[in-house]
C-alpha cells in the first residue's frame, strides 16, 4: 500500500455491510443455477474480467456444474480511483472464441461501459453468445445503452461499494462481504 491511499480502517468505519459473506454465497449458488439450466449442457468460455472480479468468479465457478473453459481479460477504467475514465486493455482473450458461447463474469455492473466493451469485443471476435453475468448491478440513470446483466446477483443503491473483489483505493478487495460507503 502506498502511503498516499486513504484509509482503509476509516472508510470501513463510515460504511454499511450491505450483504455479508453468507447473504452473497446464497446468492452465488442460485445464479449458478440458473446459468447451468441456460447453458443447457454447452462447453462455455468463462471469461473474467481482473480484477474485481477474482472472488465473484472463484465461487461461481464452484456453483455451476457444467464444465467451462476459464479466460480472463484484464480492462479497467477506475485504476484505483472512485470515478471512472477511459477503459485500458491490459489482457485480451487467449482463447479462440469463433462460434463459442461465452460466459462474461464481472463484478459489478455499474454505468457499464466496461462490460459493454468487453461483451462487443467478444462478438467481434466470432462468439455466438454471450450472457453477462455480474454479481451486482448499481441503481441509477447513468446505465450506458446497449448493456444489461443476463444474470444479476443482488442490487445496490447509488454508492460507492468494495468487498468481495472491489477496491476502495486498491484495498479492501478480500473483504468478505460488500459496504458501501456513507
Ligand atoms: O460499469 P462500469 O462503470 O464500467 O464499472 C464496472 C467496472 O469497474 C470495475 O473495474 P475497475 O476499472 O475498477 O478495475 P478492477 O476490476 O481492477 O477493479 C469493475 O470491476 C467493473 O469491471
Ligand atoms: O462502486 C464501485 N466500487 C468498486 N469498483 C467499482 N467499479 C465501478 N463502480 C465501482
Not at 29 to 37: L, P, S, T
Not at 43 to 58: E, K, P, Q
Not at 114 to 121: C, F, I, P, W
Request: charged residues 25%; aromatic residues 8%; negative net charge.
Amino acid at each position: 500500500m502506498t502511503t498516499s491511499n486513504p484509509s482503509l480502517a476509516a472508510a470501513l468505519a463510515g460504511a454499511d455491510l450491505l450483504f455479508d459473506r453468507a447473504a452473497l454465497e446464497s446468492v452465488i449458488v442460485d445464479m449458478g443455477r440458473d446459468i447451468d439450466a441456460a447453458l443447457d449442457g454447452e462447453r462455455a468460455v468463462f471469461l473474467t474480467v481482473m480484477n474485481g472480479a477474482l472472488i465473484f468468479a472463484g465461487h461461481l465457478a464452484l456453483a455451476i456444474r457444467t464444465d467451462v473453459e476459464f479466460d480472463y481479460v484484464h480492462a479497467t477504467r477506475y485504476r484505483g480511483a472512485t470515478s471512472g475514465s477511459e477503459l485500458h486493455w491490459l489482457r485480451e482473450p487467449a482463447v479462440d472464441l469463433t462460434d463459442r458461447v461465452v460466459l462474461l463474469v464481472d463484478d459489478i455492473l455499474d454505468e457499464g461501459h466496461t462490460l459493454k466493451a468487453v461483451r462487443d469485443d467478444c462478438l467481434r471476435r466470432g462468439a455466438r453468445r454471450v450472457l453477462v453475468v455480474s454479481l451486482c448491478t448499481k441503481q441509477h440513470d447513468r446505465l450506458v445503452d446497449g448493456i444489461k446483466a443476463d444474470f444479476n446477483g443482488v442490487e445496490l443503491p447509488d454508492r460507492y461499494v468494495f468487498g468481495f473483489g472491489m477496491d476502495y483505493h486498491e484495498q479492501g478487495r478480500n473483504l468478505p462481504g460488500i459496504y458501501a460507503l456513507k
